[in-house]
């Protein structure tokens, strides 16, 4: 009986089932009902992949990156009858949108696979065998360390058992069947491989996925036609809070990925900067497309060095200390997300384990991540010298979907309070990716514009922190989020117009009048999260005062909750606002912090601001 020949011969979906015979050869869009049947099978499993993943980090997150790498295929990649076409679009989906180690290693699997195959249309059983043994090569030479008892070990056990064994093989079904249980019990072997698997009793995440990935197959040869492969609602089994299977540390903190074309360094030059830069490297791809990941603790450095070779067309670094902490180490049931806008220390996000979701920051074709791959100090001496004026872009969409995955698997209600709709659409775009996380898991996300940003959108933030400290139910922080945007205020002195204008805040023309006048605005966020200028003086201390003494009158007759300071790289405005502000309220600020990348780069440097909140 072969499914894979009746995929063949199909005409009609509907017709397609187990009772048909063959399999010799398969084409470009057998091989992607293929993959689309291993892909739903990971995706299906990926809570369950977050519970078990210990190793290289304790971070939960395996089943999430791998459900996230091969969504973005199915997502991006249409059915060709060109095996060769279909496994280079496979591959290269794979590569440019894998996420995590795991992800990341799976995606150099398929991109070997594609390597090693020659341009034909449909390919025999035995060309199929030999370029699954074929990229074996390619998986362990990506991987700068490579640790037997991952998912490497179980691909090439795979590979070997069917090279070994071609020649038993009646056709393509056969083989996949056939080589079920030398899968199993290379999975199960990891645990007795690696110790920290063997210590938390659990097999590696990574082959688990893997394995997962031929268990579909073998699951649409058994029961599935095309037709139900493709409608079928993907069903995330319900899997309790995970509870410290093992809590080894983290190490580096950022799990750093980037895609970087035209490489013009050797690989062993680079493998070098990597491997002092941190750990757990791996290099995928080609010089044309390469695919960088590393775990380390100053990715902003790295990629200051990176984009002297080559255009850094994509970044990713997670958070892999608030990952581990997600699964194994929260402090609330309630997880609380903002985006990079948000101004606060970070010893204020640390101790309230809040999730961050940077924003996209383009310098020319190179691509950054605000507060995370781009500092404010590196930014600030970039915009002042460079002659590419920067652009940004809103969260994308399937990061927010794969933040809200990963909580969801351990958090029993997530809240994310984001930047102003008006200037971004990273509100519309996570409210749209928590709904679908929260349908699949069914944990209640609640998604609040905060209707203004950095440090007003901070003490909102920390105001929410506070409630969750506080063991306040999750509805009533809900429902008091409205009132505390509301009773929040934020003026920052500008020293020019200029870089408004140039980010299309504020028009040509008024830029033009405020520089022959030698204006200096000072701007506050309207109720309704667009920007207003509140007065304009001839000197920022002038603007300053102004602002302290407009706050002075304000406060008189509602005392302040707290307030934050702000500045672009003006550490004396900064201590100015501090003194007159702690003189005011008999507080100390809730932080002082220079002003994100994204914010900077309309602010301008010199800016300052002072954010505040009434009881």
């Not at 899997?239 to 035209?262: D, N």
């Not at 970039?382 to 872009?393: N, V």
């Not at 200029?498 to 299309?504: D, T």
Request: hydrophobic fraction near 40%; glycine fraction near 8%.
């Amino acid at each position: 009986m072969s499914p894979i020949m009746a995929i063949e011969k199909v005409k009609n979906v509907n017709r397609t089932h187990a009772g048909e015979k063959g399999g010799s050869r398969i084409d470009g869009r057998r091989y992607y009902y293929m993959f689309l049947a291993g892909a739903r099978k990971i995706m299906e499993n990926q809570a369950a992949l977050n519970r078990i993943n210990v190793f290289p980090v304790r971070d939960g997150d395996t089943g999430t990156n791998m459900a996230a790498t091969v969504r973005a295929v199915i997502d991006s990649v249409k059915p060709t009858r060109s095996y060769k076409i279909m496994a280079e679009s496979i591959a290269e989906s794979s590569l440019l949108n894998a996420r995590g180690n795991s992800g990341i290693i799976f995606a150099q699997f398929l991109y070997g696979v594609s390597s090693e195959t020659g341009a034909a249309g449909s390919v025999t059983l035995d060309q199929f065998i030999d370029s699954i043994r074929r990229s074996v090569r390619h998986v362990y030479d990506a991987v700068a360390n490579p640790v037997e008892g991952t998912m490497l070990t179980v691909i090439r056990t795979w590979a070997e058992f069917i090279y070994t064994n071609k020649h038993r093989f009646r056709d393509f079904n056969h083989l996949f069947l056939s080589s079920k249980s030398p899968l199993d019990t290379a999975l199960a072997q990891t645990k007795n491989t690696l110790q920290v698997l063997k210590r938390a009793n659990v097999v590696d995440a990574g082959a688990r996925a893997f394995v997962h990935f031929i268990e579909g197959m073998i699951d649409f040869i058994h029961h599935r036609n095309i037709r139900q492969l493709i409608s079928s609602r993907i069903e995330i089994p319900e899997i309790p809070l995970a509870e410290g299977i093992l809590s080894e540390g983290v190490g580096k903190r950022y799990c750093t990925e980037a895609v970087i074309r035209e490489m013009s360094i050797e690989r062993e030059t680079l493998v070098s900067m990597l491997n002092d830069a941190g750990d757990s490297v791996v290099i995928a791809g080609s010089p044309g497309a390469g695919r960088i990941h590393l775990h380390t603790d100053d990715p902003a450095s790295l990629f200051e060095r990176l984009r002297q070779y080559g255009t850094i067309t994509y970044q990713k670094a997670d958070d892999m200390l608030r990952q581990s902490q997600a699964a194994a180490g929260r402090k609330w049931e309630t997880a609380l997300v903002t985006d990079s806008a948000c101004d606060l220390s970070q010893e204020l996000f640390d101790y309230f384990q809040v999730h961050l979701l940077p924003l996209n920051i383009f310098f020319g074709d190179n691509h950054y991540l605000d507060r995370v791959t781009l500092q404010p100090e590196q930014f600030y001496r970039r915009l002042a010298g460079d002659t590419e004026f920067p652009r940004t872009a809103q969260v994308n969409e399937a990061a927010c979907e794969a933040m809200y995955s990963h909580l969801a698997s351990h958090y029993r209600a997530v809240i994310a309070v984001h930047l102003t709709g008006r200037f971004s659409g990273t509100f519309s775009g996570s409210a749209g990716a928590a709904a679908k996380a929260s349908s699949r898991f069914g944990t209640p996300i609640t998604v609040i514009d905060s209707k203004t940003l950095s440090g007003a959108q901070g003490l909102l933030v920390l105001r929410i922190a506070r409630a969750i400290e506080a063991g306040m139910d999750y509805r009533k922080i809900v429902e008091r989020a409205k009132t505390w945007a509301e009773h929040t205020r934020i003026f920052v002195s500008v020293r020019t117009l200029k870089y408004m204008v140039r980010g299309g805040r504020v028009s040509h023309a008024k830029g033009l009048i405020a520089r022959l006048l030698n204006i200096n605005p000072i701007v506050t966020m309207a109720p309704d999260g667009s920007s207003a200028v509140f007065g304009k003086t001839f000197s920022q201390m002038s603007n300053m005062r102004k602002v302290i003494g407009h706050i002075t009158e304000i406060i008189e007759d509602r005392p302040v909750w707290n307030y934050t300071v702000m500045h672009a790289g003006n550490p004396g405005a900064a201590a100015w606002y501090s003194d007159r502000m702690r003189a005011l309220t008999g507080k100390h600020p809730a932080s002082v912090v220079n002003i994100s990348p994204v914010i900077g780069a309309n602010a301008g440097p010199g800016s300052a601001a002072v954010a505040f909140m009434y009881e």
